[in-house]
């Protein structure tokens, strides 16, 4: 999750060319309820002209507090302080200095209180409260405050014109920060609910301290939490509550249905920049599905997507010009924040111009170039590649069979090569020959392409597996394998003579997607289902798009295995609530994955 902007005590804030000093108030906004929110504006103070307002609702507070405490940076970047903008910041109820209750992640609910009226009432109140500005509202924010972006725009009021909702949360059960398909993202959940989610109020630039994990073995720590429901008893001891409610709600239930945003967005009027990043381990699910969508449930909306080379929140302070080993060629987050982002907010809020911004600006990552398009997905054929006898990948074949591996929930597949309590932003980008050799990991390889292959879209998996228990997760992994004669321009000379360079990138095996579906959510994410041991069962589901070329003498590989850890908790192997497991209920799997023209494959939309 992005946390608030750094944070600096000075006297007043300047441009990069010094031309623009800003004032400071605090107040609270009251809202139609009677609560007031702490809320902070930033105004330039030369007079003479009138500027528009973009506002950041969040709930990491709006540090530094006090009249006369500025931060480093206002705005979404440097640019639109230089321009003169009037910035507002605003604790969101229940957080820090507001008042009111804090839910997480609000359910959107028409005609009651909720984010969106929240975001109304502040509108309402700056447009009669702040001198000299033109009447027109932009909002912005990254993570969660893409969220209450988001909702803010629902039933929006008439002078937000224009929004940002940049890797925005829709929804924590299928596909952001703590689930994947109903498997908990547990490294991710347990250290930010420690940071986050104790009940905190009060000025503070951080919601909470981070968690002490007493180790750098993030493996070794999480493998010994043991069971989920050892996390109360050894460390949290019911004081987190909503690690608490996450425990109590195992399946798509009403609880996480009320905390999709997805429903409700209809009818929406201001403009829509969505962004996202391709490499963003927390919400690349809520970007792209925040713009389809629109796409498909506001029509009218003029709604577009960005879609960067980037780690969650990225294009906001790095340059954007690689990710772990992976390089992107230029400086991608400047580009976004110069050519796209400050244009679009120019257009809608001071009428500077068409930004002439296309339906979808995305990267094409593996070439490195951006993509000007008319729709995402673009149009597209899908083709089929087969898992093959022998670890082979391709066209369809007359032979069949099955491969197989033991799953022991005692010895999961680790996610990352390096030592991690958390979760590295690396690890989307990173080389996957660590874990290539275990026999608990299935890896099916394509012969050297002899043209580019360029993968726009969802990449849909269609497996035939069985297991010899009654639950399983299946995670599959699309990586792309480097020729072995890659040359990497960033060899590392040793200064020995007789040892040649280090090349990190001679054969590297780049993970491109990885994705899980927890298997007894394969046919419903509300209705949980057993496997029958030893039956042949198909699961399916769409892997998170990707825009990816797989370069000519490159290799397309896929990885299949049944964790993935700790970056997701352990399966028992045995249909139950998981929340609820106990130390004998976790148990060795034989699953199988069966090949061949009737068996397991990937759809690619292959771009035309």
Same mark, same amino acid.
């Given at each position: 999750?992005?946390?608030?902007?750094?944070v600096?005590l000075?006297?007043?804030v300047?441009?990069?060319?010094?031309?623009?000093?800003?004032?400071?108030r605090?107040?609270?906004?009251?809202m139609?309820d009677?609560?007031?929110?702490?809320?902070?504006?930033?105004?330039?103070?030369?007079?003479g002209?009138?500027?528009?307002?973009?506002?950041?609702?969040?709930?990491?507070?709006v540090?530094?507090?006090g009249p006369n405490?500025?931060?480093?940076?206002?705005?979404p970047?440097?640019?639109?302080?230089r321009?003169?903008?009037?910035?507002?910041?605003?604790?969101?109820?229940?957080?820090?200095?507001?008042?009111?209750r804090?839910?997480d992640?609000?359910?959107?609910?028409?005609?009651?209180?909720?984010?969106?009226?929240?975001?109304?009432?502040?509108?309402?109140?700056?447009?009669?409260?702040?001198?000299?500005n033109?009447g027109?509202?932009?909002?912005?924010?990254?993570?969660y405050?893409?969220?209450?972006?988001?909702?803010g725009?629902?039933?929006a009021?008439?002078a937000?014109?224009a929004?940002? @909702?940049? +890797? $925005?949360?829709?929804?924590?059960?299928?596909?952001?920060?703590?689930h994947?398909? =109903?498997?908990?993202? #547990? &490294?991710?959940?347990?250290?930010?609910i420690?940071?986050?989610?104790?009940?905190r109020?009060?000025?503070?630039?951080? @919601?909470? +301290? $981070?968690?002490?994990?007493?180790?750098?073995?993030g493996?070794?720590?999480f493998? =010994?939490?043991?069971p #989920? &429901?050892?996390?109360?008893?050894?460390?949290?001891?019911?004081?987190?509550?909503?690690?608490?409610?996450?425990?109590?709600?195992?399946?798509?239930d009403?609880y996480?249905?009320q905390?999709?945003?997805?429903p409700?967005l209809?009818?929406?009027?201001? &403009?829509?920049?969505?962004?996202g990043g391709w490499f963003?381990?927390?919400?690349?699910?809520?970007?792209l599905q925040l713009?389809?969508?629109?796409r498909?449930?506001?029509?009218?909306?003029?709604?577009?997507?960005?879609?960067?080379?980037?780690?969650?929140?990225?294009?906001?302070?790095?340059?954007g010009?690689g990710?772990?080993d992976?390089?992107?060629?230029?400086?991608?987050?400047?580009?976004?924040?110069?050519?796209?982002?400050?244009?679009?907010?120019?257009?809608?809020?001071?009428?500077a111009?068409?930004?002439g911004?296309p339906?979808?600006?995305?990267?094409?990552?593996g070439?490195n170039?951006?993509?000007?398009?008319?729709?995402?997905p673009?149009e597209?054929?899908?083709?089929?590649?087969f898992?093959r006898?022998?670890?082979?990948?391709?066209?369809?074949t007359?032979?069949?069979?099955?491969?197989?591996?033991v799953?022991?929930?005692?010895?999961p597949?680790?996610?990352?090569?390096?030592?991690?309590t958390g979760?590295?932003?690396?690890?989307?980008t990173a080389?996957?020959?660590?874990?290539?050799?275990?026999?608990?990991?299935?890896?099916?390889?394509?012969?050297?392409?002899?043209e580019?292959l360029?993968?726009?879209?969802?990449?849909?998996?269609h497996?035939?597996?069985?297991?010899?228990?009654?639950?399983?997760?299946?995670v599959v992994?699309?990586?792309?394998?480097?020729?072995?004669?890659?040359?990497?321009?960033?060899?590392?000379?040793?200064?020995?003579?007789?040892?040649p360079p280090?090349?990190?990138?001679?054969?590297?095996?780049?993970?491109?997607r990885?994705e899980?579906?927890r298997?007894?959510f394969?046919?419903?994410?509300?209705?949980?289902?057993?496997?029958l041991?030893?039956?042949?069962?198909?699961?399916?589901?769409?892997?998170n798009d990707?825009?990816h070329?797989?370069k000519?003498?490159?290799?397309?590989?896929?990885?299949?295995?049944?964790?993935?850890?700790?970056?997701?908790d352990?399966?028992?192997?045995?249909?139950?609530?998981i929340?609820?497991?106990?130390?004998?209920?976790?148990q060795?799997?034989?699953?199988r994955?069966?090949?061949?023209?009737?068996?397991?494959?990937l759809?690619?939309?292959?771009?035309?």
């Amino acid at each position: 999750m992005i946390q608030p902007f750094a944070v600096t005590l000075c006297a007043s804030v300047l441009c990069a060319q010094g031309a623009l000093h800003y004032g400071k108030r605090e107040v609270l906004v009251p809202m139609r309820d009677g609560t007031r929110l702490f809320t902070v504006i930033y105004a330039p103070r030369e007079k003479g002209r009138s500027l528009p307002i973009l506002l950041n609702r969040t709930p990491y507070g709006v540090a530094p507090y006090g009249p006369n405490a500025y931060p480093e940076e206002l705005g979404p970047s440097p640019r639109f302080q230089r321009e003169g903008f009037i910035f507002v910041y605003q604790d969101v109820r229940g957080r820090m200095m507001s008042g009111g209750r804090f839910t997480d992640l609000t359910p959107h609910k028409p005609r009651d209180i909720d984010e969106s009226t929240d975001t109304f009432d502040t509108i309402q109140w700056l447009l009669a409260n702040v001198p000299r500005n033109n009447g027109r509202v932009g909002q912005w924010g990254t993570s969660y405050p893409g969220f209450y972006a988001a909702a803010g725009m629902l039933d929006a009021h008439p002078a937000l014109k224009a929004v940002s @909702p940049q +890797a $925005p949360i829709l929804d924590w059960f299928q596909g952001d920060d703590f689930h994947r398909n =109903g498997a908990l993202w #547990l &490294a991710h959940l347990f250290n930010f609910i420690v940071w986050f989610g104790a009940p905190r109020s009060g000025p503070t630039s951080a @919601p909470g +301290a $981070p968690f002490s994990h007493g180790t750098s073995d993030g493996y070794a720590f999480f493998l =010994g939490l043991g069971p #989920l &429901a050892n996390a109360n008893e050894r460390h949290f001891h019911g004081g987190l509550p909503f690690w608490n409610e996450v425990m109590a709600h195992g399946n798509y239930d009403e609880y996480w249905k009320q905390r999709n945003l997805r429903p409700h967005l209809q009818d929406v009027k201001p &403009a829509v920049l969505t962004v996202g990043g391709w490499f963003d381990a927390e919400n690349l699910f809520g970007s792209l599905q925040l713009f389809k969508t629109l796409r498909a449930q506001s029509p009218t909306t003029d709604t577009r997507l960005v879609m960067g080379p980037w780690h969650h929140g990225q294009w906001e302070g790095d340059p954007g010009e690689g990710l772990g080993d992976v390089r992107f060629g230029s400086k991608t987050s400047v580009f976004f924040q110069e050519e796209i982002l400050f244009p679009f907010f120019m257009q809608h809020l001071k009428g500077a111009g068409e930004a002439g911004l296309p339906r979808a600006m995305i990267f094409n990552t593996g070439v490195n170039r951006w993509r000007r398009l008319d729709a995402w997905p673009p149009e597209t054929a899908a083709t089929r590649v087969f898992f093959r006898p022998g670890g082979g990948l391709g066209s369809a074949t007359d032979g069949g069979g099955f491969d197989e591996f033991v799953s022991d929930p005692a010895k999961p597949v680790p996610f990352f090569y390096g030592l991690a309590t958390g979760m590295p932003v690396e690890y989307m980008t990173a080389d996957q020959r660590f874990v290539a050799n275990r026999p608990d990991v299935l890896v099916y390889r394509g012969e050297p392409l002899q043209e580019d292959l360029t993968v726009a879209g969802p990449i849909r998996v269609h497996l035939e597996v069985s297991t010899s228990g009654t639950d399983a997760d299946w995670v599959v992994k699309v990586v792309d394998v480097y020729p072995d004669d890659m040359p990497d321009p960033q060899a590392k000379i040793s200064g020995d003579p007789l040892e040649p360079p280090v090349n990190r990138f001679a054969g590297y095996q780049q993970l491109v997607r990885g994705e899980v579906m927890r298997g007894k959510f394969r046919r419903s994410l509300e209705i949980p289902e057993p496997f029958l041991p030893g039956q042949q069962t198909l699961v399916e589901w769409p892997l998170n798009d990707v825009c990816h070329t797989f370069k000519k003498g490159h290799r397309l590989m896929v990885q299949l295995q049944s964790s993935w850890f700790p970056l997701m908790d352990r399966n028992p192997q045995v249909f139950m609530d998981i929340y609820g497991a106990k130390p004998e209920d976790f148990q060795k799997a034989t699953h199988r994955v069966f090949l061949g023209a009737k068996g397991s494959f990937l759809e690619l939309p292959v771009l035309k």
